[in-house]
């Protein structure tokens, strides 16, 4: 049997049955369930949460699957969220063909649901945040050809509620679908997309790679998976689609047409964009007989983690690739795990470290500020990257700052031509704080012995506090 979302729960649960809790009460789609989520988030706690019931819906839900690293770690069969990151990256290397399969094996058609039965309401989409404009589907991989190959493209985007069987259609200016859609209305075509709901995580890591040109998602995610993506030809458009999702929404995008889409709470946990945008309208819906609906968390840690686990292998790739002394990659929370980008290498060569700073940029257009350290910082441990750099940063030297640069136009201070407007650009910042190289002498770094270090196991030297042995002890 192939791998899934079911799959995967089942290994989660068996593994860390602690990360996942159960609500059995029916629940509001309409802001109760993300304020339950929002609640664990104040306490620093991030399970996978089921819902059982919700209101409105004969689908149970789950959320919040991609809050932690090390429940990625998991699907991806890594030990840790370094091993992940080198582990993506190296898998990203060697795609695996799809799998096409009969749709009577797909579990994905046990429903067909076409015309006017294909009903978005029986869905239990959420309304996320308090401003948002509406309900929206946001879990969801979208599935594209390009016009001139038929290459499949795949992506998630936001998708408002705004009919029955109309989904809007945001994607950011810097995403390769919106180079896709652009295409087929500058020849007055419409574009056919499929939106596959709840699967085995490798598949939403796998669509938010970095990849260097249009397409390639789909066979990342079968090297992800470490097998074939299984797919199924879909009822209403010429696309193939992911046959163990949970729940497939296929439709088209008409060119020229637009609706008021937004606001919608985003990744830098700010409310934005509206106004006029894309819409899907919906031609089918297919599902299993007893299908799982998954939401992300938006504009809070999911939304955040889940994005970045995957473009942490894109960016040591491609990093790796222009500058090969690269050692890690992180895009830490700081920084809403989009905007501040972390990198540690190994200099061998002056100049590296904004060679590498620019690999970063073109990879991950909503990169704003990329500080490069030497490979003894662990850019996994923020406080050791702001300690290098200010002691081995100086702005008159180390800073480079370049203006104008396309980037993420949901980060609230970007702008647009004329700096007064709103806009896609943004100003991105280079802080090399690299040591020089010889012959330059830098201060050593006051500390033990690097081979007294190795000798040190603190299991052999440490033991609890016992207060009826050891209190005498430390207050004689």
């Given at each position: 049997?192939?791998?899934?979302?079911?799959?995967?729960?089942q290994?989660?649960?068996?593994?860390?049955?602690?990360?996942?809790?159960?609500?059995?009460?029916?629940?509001?789609?309409?802001?109760?369930?993300s304020?339950?989520?929002?609640?664990?988030?104040?306490?620093?706690?991030?399970?996978?949460?089921?819902?059982?019931?919700?209101?409105?819906?004969?689908?149970?839900?789950?959320?919040?699957?991609?809050?932690?690293?090390?429940?990625?770690?998991?699907?991806?069969?890594?030990?840790?969220?370094?091993?992940?990151?080198?582990?993506?990256?190296?898998?990203?290397?060697?795609?695996?063909?799809?799998c096409?399969?009969?749709?009577?094996?797909?579990?994905?058609?046990?429903?067909?649901?076409?015309?006017?039965?294909?009903?978005?309401?029986?869905?239990?989409?959420?309304?996320?945040?308090?401003?948002?404009?509406?309900?929206?589907?946001?879990?969801a991989?979208?599935?594209?050809?390009?016009?001139?190959?038929?290459?499949?493209?795949?992506?998630?985007?936001?998708?408002?509620?705004?009919?029955?069987?109309?989904?809007?259609?945001?994607?950011?200016?810097?995403?390769?679908?919106?180079?896709?859609?652009?295409?087929?209305?500058?020849?007055?075509?419409?574009?056919?997309?499929?939106?596959?709901?709840?699967?085995?995580?490798?598949?939403?890591?796998?669509?938010?790679?970095?990849q260097?040109?249009?397409?390639?998602?789909?066979?990342?995610?079968?090297a992800?998976l470490?097998?074939?993506?299984?797919?199924?030809?879909?009822?209403t458009?010429?696309?193939?689609?992911?046959?163990?999702?949970?729940?497939?929404?296929?439709?088209?995008?008409?060119?020229?047409?637009?609706?008021?889409?937004?606001?919608?709470?985003?990744?830098p946990?700010?409310?934005?964009?509206?106004?006029?945008?894309?819409?899907?309208?919906?031609?089918?819906?297919?599902?299993?007989a007893?299908?799982?609906?998954?939401?992300?968390?938006?504009?809070?840690?999911?939304?955040?983690?889940?994005?970045?686990a995957?473009?942490?292998?894109?960016?040591?790739r491609?990093?790796?690739?222009a500058?090969?002394?690269?050692?890690?990659?992180?895009?830490?929370?700081?920084?809403?795990?989009?905007?501040?980008?972390?990198?540690?290498?190994?200099?061998?060569?002056?100049?590296?470290?904004?060679?590498a700073?620019?690999?970063?940029?073109?990879?991950?257009p909503?990169?704003?500020?990329?500080?490069?350290?030497d490979?003894?910082?662990?850019?996994?441990?923020?406080?050791?990257?702001?300690?290098?750099?200010?002691?081995?940063?100086?702005?008159?030297?180390?800073?480079?700052?370049?203006p104008?640069?396309?980037?993420?136009?949901?980060?609230?201070?970007s702008?647009?031509?004329?700096?007064?407007?709103?806009?896609?650009?943004?100003?991105?910042?280079?802080?090399?704080?690299t040591?020089?190289?010889?012959?330059?002498?830098?201060?050593?770094?006051?500390?033990?012995?690097?081979?007294?270090?190795k000798?040190i196991?603190?299991e052999?030297y440490?033991?609890?506090?016992?207060?009826?042995k050891?209190?005498?002890t430390?207050?004689?």
């Open positions: 049997m192939g791998k899934d979302l079911r799959t995967y729960l290994e989660l649960t068996q593994k860390y049955p602690d990360e996942v809790v159960v609500v059995d009460r029916e629940v509001d789609p309409k802001f109760e369930v304020a339950v989520v929002e609640k664990f988030e104040e306490q620093e706690k991030f399970p996978l949460v089921f819902f059982k019931k919700v209101k409105g819906s004969e689908i149970p839900l789950i959320i919040n699957l991609g809050a932690s690293y090390n429940r990625l770690a998991l699907a991806m069969g890594s030990a840790s969220v370094e091993q992940m990151e080198k582990n993506l990256a190296q898998m990203e290397r060697a795609p695996v063909s799809l096409e399969i009969p749709p009577q094996k797909a579990p994905v058609k046990e429903v067909v649901l076409k015309g006017e039965k294909a009903d978005l309401d029986l869905l239990p989409i959420l309304t996320h945040n308090e401003l948002d404009g509406g309900p929206y589907v946001n879990a991989t979208l599935i594209c050809k390009e016009r001139k190959t038929a290459s499949y493209n795949m992506g998630i985007y936001r998708h408002q509620k705004q009919g029955k069987r109309q989904l809007g259609l945001m994607i950011n200016p810097a995403n390769h679908a919106s180079y896709v859609r652009a295409e087929y209305e500058e020849h007055n075509e419409t574009m056919e997309v499929a939106l596959a709901i709840g699967h085995h995580p490798a598949l939403i890591l796998s669509a938010v790679t970095k260097p040109g249009i397409g390639g998602e789909l066979e990342v995610a079968g992800f470490q097998e074939p993506l299984e797919m199924v030809k879909a009822e458009v010429d696309l193939l689609v992911p046959a163990r999702a949970e729940i497939i929404i296929e439709g088209t995008v008409s060119p020229h047409k637009r609706h008021h889409e937004g606001p919608f709470g985003e990744w946990h700010y409310y934005f964009k509206e106004g006029e945008e894309p819409f899907i309208q919906v031609s089918a819906i297919t599902m299993r007893k299908p799982i609906y998954q939401s992300i968390h938006s504009a809070h840690f999911e939304h955040n983690v889940i994005g970045a995957s473009r942490l292998g894109s960016l040591y491609r990093i790796n690739e500058v090969p002394s690269v050692t890690a990659v992180n895009l830490p929370m700081s920084g809403a795990a989009r905007a501040h980008c972390y990198i540690s290498l190994k200099k061998r060569f002056e100049g590296e470290a904004k060679q700073a620019l690999a970063a940029f073109i990879t991950e909503s990169i704003k500020h990329v500080m490069v350290v490979d003894d910082i662990n850019v996994f441990n923020e406080t050791q990257v702001l300690w290098a750099l200010a002691m081995r940063f100086q702005a008159d030297r180390d800073l480079v700052i370049l104008n640069i396309l980037g993420s136009h949901l980060n609230p201070t702008y647009g031509y004329n700096r007064m407007q709103k806009g896609s650009m943004e100003t991105k910042l280079i802080f090399d704080a040591k020089p190289l010889p012959p330059y002498e830098f201060p050593r770094e006051a500390k033990a012995p690097a081979e007294i270090m000798q196991d603190l052999q440490v033991r609890a506090f016992e207060p009826a050891d209190y005498e430390i207050t004689a």
